[in-house]
């Protein structure tokens, strides 16, 4: 699952402005970003979008948050680098690839004719699109990232996995939830807000 291959064919291109312009299409036009974006093998720069994404939610965090940062490394200023580095370095890319690896044996289960798992890895990295701005302290900017990012993941799923919407959502039901829920906060922003509108 870790493996890409040099140049492959109808893969994205390397570089900041590449990652910057495949932000900007995923959000504005998934359906065709997913059609043409995604190809065999073509990890790298899915896994550096997903770092990117990341790095992005938890700066916001600690900067608008400062109590977020973890104290276990000295001053908070030493202790946002480390923290940051593990993220960029351990905990993002293993997040997305665990992500991926569920995904791929629910898509066994409800897909027979699919794309493969580096496929996979690549649509839950770039649905993670909407979270770089998740981190801000706006609960209704953070639950639609999350519902954004969730929807992204299931359109993707369609699309590069040729299935039907329904089959796909099912498939990505529990990997968006762990993802979009939990590690971006979804759910922390859903029921703030349900809070606020006394609703909980």
Do not use: K
């Not at 701005?133 to 992204?152: F, I």
């Not at 799923?157 to 529990?174: D, F, L, P, S, Y």
């Amino acid at each position: 699952m870790t493996t890409w291959v040099e140049n492959p064919e109808g893969g994205r291109a390397r570089g900041p402005g590449a990652l910057a312009r495949a932000w900007v299409e995923v959000l504005v036009r998934p359906t065709r970003f997913f059609r043409s974006g995604v190809a065999p093998g073509d990890q790298a720069p899915g896994l550096a979008f997903a770092v990117c994404v990341a790095l992005a939610f938890a700066g916001g965090l600690f900067v608008f948050d400062p109590g977020a940062i973890p104290t276990a490394f000295g001053g908070p200023g030493v202790s946002a680098v480390v923290s940051l580095s593990f993220v960029a370095v351990f905990l993002a890319p293993a997040a997305l690839h665990l992500t991926a690896a569920l995904q791929t044996v629910l898509l066994i289960l409800l897909v027979r004719d699919r794309a493969g798992i580096s496929e996979t890895v690549q649509v839950v990295a770039y649905a993670s699109a909407p979270c770089a701005l998740a981190g801000l302290p706006v609960p209704e900017l953070r639950a639609a990232c999350a519902l954004y990012g969730a929807g992204l993941l299931a359109l993707g799923t369609r699309e590069v996995h040729r299935t039907t919407t329904e089959r796909a959502v099912a498939a990505t039901a529990v990997p968006a939830a762990l993802v979009f829920g939990y590690g971006f906060r979804g759910f922390d922003a859903a029921a703030t807000l349900l809070t606020r509108w006394y609703i909980i």
